[in-house]
């Protein structure tokens, strides 16, 4: 007999002695769940269960049988049933939550959670489950007050604090995510997981040099993990001086250990493979094409801000769009916007990548535009099942090139992507005759206020970007702006000014390269309106590098404010030099360090000038590609039918 | 094994259940207000959750049996009362609503929601003196509260005094925003009395002060456009759109101003709004308006009636029945009128010539139908299709063999489109697609002459008459 037989046969008979011992049961079930045996398994737990009815492990066990058994749904039966006849009962209201969610029935979870965390206010798993549905709702707020509840509860326990973090990051207060995480590396530097969120978190405080190290420490960890090499991917970019090549060999990297299991539902589909595997035949270059936008952030972001009038112009008899995204919750204007246009909105979430894929298939998208990358929600390795014959980057995490062979074009500009840096990619570039995205400006933008200089008489630099951008180099440049300048003023905003340790080690980089901290206001977080309207404040504003802002240099625009640019090699060291020559304010960008100090010298002098340039700014910007979304929609439409013919052609 | 018992408070217990209730989760309201009832004695508190849970499970009834009892229990407790006064109210029963408001004000003098809720009883019962007087009251006692103005706002307005009315939403206004709804409705209220530049006003201010909100823009929008401002309300209606994507009303307009891509026809969501709203002024605005058609359809349908009287008429969009109207002294058979909008039919009803009138969307309508008509006729309507291919074919399949097909449209002038999207909504089409078009349906044109179909500021819109004849009967 071997050692599990042996110990099948203890455990049985331990059952027959104590009948009405709840442990005997319970260690008999283990067992046999083990062994997979989940019949008998499941009616060992529903003993000790009867007799232990507020054991919440042993609820949970036997939700993990009929897990793998797939009887969920019998289970959720009994459960409710249990939770009627006895309403006080913590367990069987905490299990009925982890069958709802296991069933995609989240928000039936998340008020399961809630009962059982209401009835229970001292037991930490409930609390912790319902912050992680929370979370998964976008409830964020209500997410950390359920974590830092369940963490109150079990300080020591390494799982909750990392969801805690997790969900602080989400909400931009990197600082405080970064003091939970450092703690518990303190106690050990074995978690992967740990290491690159904590790595993300110091990529958004401005210690891009720390974060690349930390992504670089959790690779040495785990080689052949993708969520090292992930995190890789999202904190090189911010790197002073990281170049094309290096970021597309990271890509590489990350893009060659994402597994490439061939799904089996590739047979069986109404259209079998042809072009890049997948089938094309009997498809023509002018037939209505599916487009499915994969993406975590359709709604109120920049991947929304920037992308959802481009959509909302495509015609709807040429191209019908079917979103892969997540709830973001009711009242997202722009969540609205996209759900209005789309033919089908698919909830990514609860389906895995392999599922994900295969549902692409099965409805047939023809194209598939990724507007994730590799971001926290990413969906990359769905894109590398192959979701549809052809697939396109676009905005969303697009900082660089994905590296990705599956990923088969890229959408750029001739200012983003120019033919002599093609080589920096590893997919054909799809270059608009514009620019490579469209601003959708907020109906609530307040109206632009005059220059601010004219009243104060002295020149108000600004740099709205989060800290991420904001690297030691970016403020020795600003510095020596403000050295040539001596009475002009900086006004930084972002989320992390939130937090007064971060203020005052910003604060301290200034004062070390010799401006007197007076000089240089640095504001925190507001609503979006607020934001915008902080713009009547500042008279220029001043690009980060090398990763240079989007939206908020589209934000500034319409604001009435322009931005000198420094464009770098990147994907994202390009985004604004596109954006100010769609607006058509080429003269604001420099290529090197010195040209730019020169530039935002030489802008702030002519006071009368940009008086100017801000009263026209506006309507400039409105009447320019940069918004001007029919154009624009007909561009993208064009693109989209010519990686649809390049594909059937192939 | 991992033991957790309930430990919480019942007070604690009773409070989640409010909280949960206020912020809409009746899941988790539900089994947690179960188990309060288990260790909580009955109390007027626990049956006013019970009703507002009940109610916001959609469940009125059960809501409604919940207060019965507590009051049988508890006669003395004003809240109660009032939480079933605003329930009959919410349900259309507004007499016993005006008596529970009533004993709810009896108990508490001073309570001014009470008062209100009377008030508001009373609008709807249409005595609105005696709800002025109440609203009055309690709006002195809450001067900040947007509701209570607006119903005494409502309540001045029946009262025959409409400039004290936009008086008292005015008052509740801050040039700091805010008071979302007493906004809108003070701009409806101008729009209402045609007072255009003053609405666009008010929601230039509510602009400015950061409201973020589909209506205000959308009100403008119809405001701007009430002015000639076609431009500017273009610009409205695509912000409006931005913040309400779902509102067809809306997207039709933008996509009309040429910023969205047009839609092949007018949704019927859109046209229900407009013509529900138009319906009263509709006979008078369009005699003003120099309106042709009905006299020039009157003229075809002599010639037809004179060769087959009786037959029965089947009018699409019929609206308030000025084709009806025109044709009703001829020999017609029956007249069946389809449209989509109720408030247009009930004025048609009210003429008392259509034997049958019929809500529905016509090609809807026409699709769901097998019938067969001598003579079916559109005047003004088929502006709202864009694309003509769909409908021709439904018509076509409903007419008889020696049926005709009588309908006007505006004339596409310039471009080399088939059909356009005009920026007020309608859509304008070319002789030639129409002979196409008639012609790929299985019609052939029996006349198609330029038509005025109406004065526009003084100058003719040029548009076409049609009669089609199925194809078959020629050669
Ligand atoms: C301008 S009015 C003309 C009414 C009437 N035929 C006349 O000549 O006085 C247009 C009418 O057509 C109705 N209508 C427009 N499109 C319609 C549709 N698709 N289905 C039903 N009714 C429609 C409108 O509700 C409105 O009452």
Redesign the interface.
């Known amino acids: 007999m071997n050692a599990i037989a042996m110990s099948r046969h203890g455990a049985l008979r331990r059952c027959g002695v104590a009948p009405a011992d709840p442990a005997a049961w319970n260690r008999l079930g283990r067992i046999l769940l083990a062994s997979e045996e989940l019949c008998l398994a499941g009616a060992a737990f529903a003993e000790a269960s009867a007799l232990v009815p507020q054991a919440l492990d042993i609820a949970l066990l036997a939700v993990e049988v009929a897990t793998t058994a797939g009887t969920l749904p019998d289970t959720l039966v009994r459960l409710a049933d249990r939770c009627a006849a006895d309403p006080f009962n913590v367990a069987a209201h905490t299990a009925r939550g982890v069958v709802l969610q296991r069933l995609g029935r989240h928000d039936e979870a998340l008020d399961a959670f809630e009962v059982a965390s209401a009835l229970a206010p001292d037991a930490p798993l409930p609390a912790r489950l319902l912050g992680g549905v929370m979370a998964r709702s976008n409830r964020l707020r209500e997410a950390e007050a359920a974590l830092r509840h369940a963490h109150g509860l079990e300080p020591d326990n390494a799982d909750i604090a990392n969801d805690l973090a997790t969900v602080l990051m989400r909400m931009h207060r990197h600082a405080e995510a970064r003091a939970i995480l450092l703690r518990l590396l303190e106690r050990s530097r074995e978690s992967v997981t740990v290491l690159c969120n904590l790595a993300t978190a110091t990529t958004c405080v401005g210690l891009q040099e720390e974060a690349v190290a930390l992504a670089e420490e959790a690779i040495r960890l785990d080689p052949d993990a993708v969520l090292p090499w992930r995190t890789l991917c999202s904190s090189l970019p911010y790197l002073d001086g990281a170049s094309g090549e290096r970021l597309l060999a990271a890509a590489r990297g990350c893009a060659e250990r994402l597994p490439r299991a061939l799904h089996p539902s590739w047979s069986g589909l109404t259209r079998p493979p042809r072009a890049n595997g997948m089938k094309v035949v009997g498809s023509s270059p002018t037939m209505t094409l599916k487009i499915g936008l994969l993406s975590g952030s359709l709604r109120s972001h920049p991947v929304g801000w920037l992308t959802v009038a481009g959509f909302e112009a495509l015609d709807p008899d040429e191209f019908r769009l079917i979103c892969f995204g997540r709830d973001a919750g009711g009242g997202d204007p722009i969540a609205a916007r996209f759900r209005a246009i789309a033919r089908q909105w698919i909830d990514t979430d609860g389906l895995s990548d392999a599922a994900l894929a295969a549902r692409a298939r099965e409805i047939g998208v023809d194209i598939l535009i990724d507007l994730g990358g590799y971001g926290d929600s990413s969906r990359m390795l769905a894109c590398a099942y192959r979701m549809a014959p052809v697939q396109i980057k676009w905005v969303g995490m697009q900082n660089h090139s994905t590296g990705l062979a599956e990923m088969d074009f890229f959408i750029g500009d001739r200012w983003e992507t120019p033919p002599e840096f093609a080589h920096l990619y590893s997919e054909r570039l799809l270059c608009l005759p514009d620019g490579y995205v469209c601003y959708s400006p907020p109906p609530y933008a307040p109206d632009v206020a005059p220059l601010p200089a004219l009243s104060n008489g002295f020149i108000t630099f600004g740099c709205f970007n989060n800290l991420a951008k904001i690297t030691l180099r970016v403020i020795q440049v600003w510095a020596d702006i403000l050295h040539r300048i001596p009475d002009a003023r900086l006004v930084l905003k972002t989320h992390q000014f939130s937090d007064a340790d971060t203020a005052a080690r910003v604060r301290g980089r200034f004062a070390a390269a010799g401006i007197d901290p007076e000089r240089i206001a640095l504001r925190g977080s507001s609503r979006h309106r607020d934001f915008m309207a902080e713009y009547n404040d500042i008279d220029i504003a001043l690009d980060p590098f090398p990763y240079s802002s989007g939206l908020t240099t589209c934000e500034a625009l319409w604001m009435g404010v322009p931005t000198v640019v420094y464009a770098g090699e990147i994907f994202a060291a390009r985004h604004s030099l596109s954006h100010m020559c769609n607006a058509g304010l080429a003269d604001w960008v420099a290529y090197d360090t010195e040209t730019y100090t020169a530039l935002a010298v030489a802008k702030a002098s002519g006071m009368a000038a940009l008086a100017a340039l801000r009263a026209r700014l506006r309507a400039q910007v409105k009447a320019s590609p940069l918004t001007d979304a029919p154009r624009f929609g007909t561009n993208l439409a064009a693109a989209l039918r010519f990686a649809w013919k390049a594909c059937i052609s192939a | 094994?991992?033991?957790?018992?309930?430990?919480?408070t019942p007070l604690?217990?009773v409070q989640?259940v409010s909280a949960?209730i206020d912020a809409g989760?009746a899941?988790?309201a539900g089994?947690?207000l179960?188990?309060a009832r288990?260790i909580v004695a009955p109390s007027p508190e626990l049956s006013l959750l019970a009703a507002r849970l009940a109610e916001s499970q959609g469940d009125p009834g059960l809501a409604r049996a919940e207060l019965d009892v507590a009051i049988e229990a508890a006669p003395d407790h004003a809240g109660l009362w009032k939480q079933r006064a605003a329930l009959c109210q919410r349900l259309g029963d507004f007499d016993r609503a005006a008596r529970d408001a009533a004993e709810a004000v009896c108990l508490d003098p001073a309570d001014p929601d009470a008062k209100a809720l009377l008030g508001s009883a009373m609008l709807s019962l249409g005595r609105p003196a005696e709800a002025w007087a109440c609203l009055a009251e309690a709006c002195a006692a809450v001067p900040t509260n947007a509701a209570f103005r607006e119903a005494l706002a409502i309540a001045t307005e029946a009262n025959g005094d409409p400039e004290a009315a936009l008086g008292t939403l005015m008052e509740g206004l801050s040039p700091k925003g805010g008071a979302l709804n007493l906004r809108n409705a003070a701009i409806l209220f101008c729009i209402r009395h045609r007072a255009f530049q003053k609405a666009v006003a008010l929601a230039e201010d509510g602009?400015?002060a950061?409201?973020?909100d589909a209506c205000l823009?959308g009100l403008k929008g119809h405001a701007q456009s009430s002015l000639g401002l076609h431009t500017e309300a273009a610009d409205s209606y695509a912000?409006?759109l931005?913040?309400?994507?779902?509102d067809p009303y809306v997207?039709h307009l933008v996509q009309a101003s040429?910023?969205?891509?047009g839609a092949?026809r007018a949704p019927p969501d859109y046209l229900r709004t407009v013509f529900d709203g138009y319906a009263d002024r509709f006979d008078s605005h369009l005699i003003a308006l120099g309106y042709q058609i009905p006299g020039a359809i009157r003229r075809i349908a002599m010639a037809y009636l004179d060769r087959h009287p009786g037959r029965p008429v089947l009018d699409l969009g019929c609206g308030t029945g000025l084709v009806g109207v025109a044709i009703g002294d001829l020999p017609v058979g029956p007249l069946t009128g389809v449209d989509v909008s109720a408030r247009m039919l009930a004025e048609a009803g009210a003429k008392g010539i259509y034997a049958t009138l019929e809500e529905a969307d016509v090609q809807d309508w026409l699709d769901a139908e097998n019938s067969q008509w001598g003579l079916i006729l559109a005047g003004d309507v088929v502006c709202y299709f864009g694309a003509l291919e769909a409908l021709l074919r439904s018509v076509r399949e409903r007419l008889a063999g020696d049926g005709w097909f009588v309908f006007s449209v505006e004339e596409h002038v310039d471009g080399e489109s088939g059909w356009a999207l005009l920026r007020q909504g309608r859509y304008a089409h070319s002789r030639d697609y129409l002979e196409d078009a008639l012609g790929a349906a299985g019609f052939a044109v029996h006349a198609l002459r330029p038509q005025v179909i109406r004065h526009e500021a003084g100058a003719p819109v040029p548009g076409f008459l049609i009669v089609a004849e199925p194809a078959a009967l020629v050669n």
């Open positions: 094994m991992e033991v957790v018992h309930a430990t919480a604690a217990l989640r949960l989760r899941g988790a089994p947690l179960a188990a288990q602009r400015i950061g409201t973020v823009f912000e409006a931005k913040l309400g994507p779902d997207r040429g910023l969205l891509p092949k």
